[in-house]
Nanobody
Framework: VQLQASGGGSVQPGGSLRLSCAASGFTTRRYTIAWFRQAPGKKREGVSCMSNSDSSSWTADYVKGRFTMSRDDAKNTAYLQMDYLKPEDTAVYYC???????????????????WGPGTLVTVSS
């Protein structure tokens, strides 16, 4: 199982980026996919989640209205469209899945077992 996040980079405040998460080794259709991020010196925090198992989803309040998660299971890929970026969005962004288990987006953090290496997003003027 591999998850490869890409699309990170440097952008000015107010700008946009689109992250992709390409999955391999399993078929995403049945599984929950989520995005988390970790800023330097801070704990990893959730960004957004979408589950096909029970149609559950969530988006963190600190990105709601600016970030939109989507997924294309035919391509085994999930996306995170990030608009109106702020300096506090600077972080390494990770995609993750609960494979091989099927859980809700509202299951515990520990149910996310497979992690990609992350992609760095830097928001700075």
């Amino acid at each position: 199982v591999q998850l490869q996040a890409s699309g990170g980079g440097s952008v000015q405040p107010g700008g946009s980026l689109r992250l992709s998460c390409a999955a391999s080794g399993f078929t995403t259709r049945r599984y929950t996919i989520a995005w988390f991020r970790q800023a330097p010196g801070k704990k990893r925090e959730g960004v957004s989640c979408m589950s096909n198992s029970d149609s559950s989803s969530w988006t963190a309040d600190y990105v709601k209205g600016r970030f939109t998660m989507s997924r294309d299971d035919a391509k085994n890929t999930a996306y995170l469209q990030m608009d109106y970026l702020k300096p506090e969005d600077t972080a390494v962004y990770y995609c993750t899945t609960q494979y091989p288990y099927i859980h809700s987006c509202f299951s515990d953090y520990e149910t996310f077992r497979s992690w990609g290496p992350g992609t760095l997003v830097t928001v700075s003027s």
